[in-house]
């Protein structure tokens, strides 16, 4: 356990006072209670926790940061909590903070299953499997029969290509008793890529069907999809009222940084091979990319909900999105380009047009049927955009919502822009990636062919992180047509979106 750290009276008082505000959502007032409460009990390794969580919520990351760092230091042979600092300390993309979190609490108790998922499936992201097998074996050897290290081992085998070991694994845990913990929804997932690379695709529908039925029980499905019908149906209001004169005045105004620094867009719907192409121009010199950050949503999102596109503070907010880029690298980047990969975010793109005068707008394009059997393939937590993918009738209106606002961008005009298209990239690499590293105002160098054997500046956070740590492969193009019987029936609603974007 931490080591005690006896509490007064007016600090347990203060201490509901700050959980209560965060139990009412009151996010200002709950990391006020916490800041005061740190000064009666600033070395309480629970009270730095939670006022790292609250501090977290209230967009204050500088303090989240200190608070875990801090929360760390003083939590002893606490493996329970060391698993919850690790985990938001990954959240906040503090990856060396959270592995060192993990390791310690696997050696004040070998029997963390959370810190040894955690691990593993951090060094299998890397391409550690020996050290993934390593810190997975001697848990697996005590409890053969715990769920979440057999799907573990499960994932391990998979990787190595061991399809036939893993899938008795997964055969044996899928027709046992239902559960609803996420290991468990996950073998559904693992067993039907496994069965779609062994060519049994009829075999692979299966799974994926029993454990979207298996999710779709959950009583906050609909509400969610709900709020995102709204979100969607006000934003194509707010898309019909824009003309190309509005788009061209945006991004016609003088930059808010001056300087040789330009932030690019790289979007497309998820699945379309936006981490490919970011793989490929992230090994330019002069070019980082950000893999799915979380800075628009920190920065930009809030501030236009709060105060709407024309308040004089968006020069401010621009500021703070790069300061938050930054906070991935240690603080600091040389690149003249920097790209922000973000495929949901090109839902918001109309925001972007607004915020950063002069932003150049990658899109990645592949065949919207491949793309909407990708989606389907996907094992994802639930939220707005996975919700969507919890059936081909979902995807495809998922799909046609997203493209509707790029498309209607496109016909606008008014700002940089260019299509890049999933099956050019893999059938020559260096052709279209030099096409698009230009466009990015950059030469082409001919080590970014090479990409897969780069070491990642940032973190791939993708779901096709070990794909893009391979040479590349056409594996994946027209994909769609053996699944044919399935996806049929939404071909006529996706031949509009087919013909405009020359898939026709």
């Not at 005590?142 to 399809?163: G, I, N, V």
Request: with cysteine.
């Amino acid at each position: 356990m931490s080591r005690a750290v006896k509490l007064n009276a007016t600090q347990i008082e203060q201490w509901k006072k700050a959980r209560e505000c965060v139990k009412l959502g009151r996010r200002g007032d709950a990391l006020l209670e916490f800041q005061k409460l740190l000064k009666l009990a600033p070395a309480h390794p629970y009270i730095l926790y939670e006022a790292g969580r609250a501090a977290n919520v209230a967009n204050d990351l500088d303090l989240a940061t200190r608070c875990l760092q801090k929360a760390a230091k003083v939590a002893g042979d606490d493996a329970k909590l060391l698993c919850s600092i690790g985990r938001l300390s990954m959240h906040l993309r503090l990856i060396d903070d959270g592995l060192q979190c993990f390791r310690r609490a696997l050696v004040c108790d070998a029997n963390a299953i959370d810190a040894i998922h955690e691990l593993v499936r951090s060094y299998e992201r890397q391409g550690r499997l020996d050290l993934a097998r390593e810190t997975l074996d001697p848990y697996l050897q005590k409890f053969p029969q715990d769920l979440t290290a057999r799907y573990l081992q499960a994932l391990l085998l998979q990787r190595e290509r061991q399809w036939e070991k893993a899938e008795v694994i997964l055969q044996e845990i899928v027709r046992g008793e239902v559960q609803q913990s996420r290991a468990y929804l996950s073998c559904f997932y693992l067993l039907a890529d496994i069965l779609d690379k062994s060519q049994r695709p009829e075999q692979a529908i299966t799974p994926l069907l029993r454990v979207k039925e298996l999710v779709l029980r959950n009583p906050d499905f609909k509400t969610t999809l709900d709020h995102y019908d709204l979100g969607v149906a006000q934003r194509n209001e707010l898309l019909a009222s824009f003309t190309p004169e509005l788009i061209r005045k945006w991004q016609q105004t003088e930059p808010y940084h001056p300087d040789d620094k330009s932030v690019a867009f790289l979007g497309g719907h998820p699945r379309s091979g936006t981490t490919l192409l970011e793989r490929v121009l992230d090994t330019h010199p002069q070019l980082t990319a950000f893999d799915e950050p979380d800075a628009f949503y920190r920065t930009v999102d809030p501030f236009l909900r709060r105060f709407g596109p024309d308040h004089a503070g968006v020069s401010k907010v621009t500021g703070d999105y790069r300061k938050h880029l930054l906070r991935e690298l240690g603080g600091k980047c040389e690149s003249r380009v920097w790209l922000d990969k973000n495929p949901s975010l090109t839902a918001c793109l109309h925001s972007w047009l607004r915020v950063f005068p002069g932003v150049k707008v990658v899109i990645a394009l592949r065949h919207p049927m491949d793309v909407m059997l990708s989606c389907f393939f996907l094992d994802s937590s639930m939220n707005a955009l996975s919700a969507n993918f919890l059936s081909f009738e979902r995807i495809s209106k998922h799909y046609r919502d997203m493209m509707d606002v790029w498309l209607r961008l496109r016909d606008l005009g008014g700002f940089e822009w260019i299509e890049s298209r999933y099956e050019d990239t893999v059938s020559n690499v260096a052709l279209e990636g030099k096409r698009v590293t230009e466009f990015l105002g950059l030469e082409w160098q001919d080590g970014q062919i090479d990409f897969h054997q780069k070491k990642q500046q940032t973190q791939v956070v993708a779901p096709t992180y070990h794909d893009v740590t391979k040479p590349v492969h056409q594996r994946s193009m027209q994909r769609w047509l053996i699944y044919e019987s399935h996806l049929s029936p939404y071909l006529k609603e996706m031949d509009p979106y087919m013909k405009q974007l020359g898939y026709a």
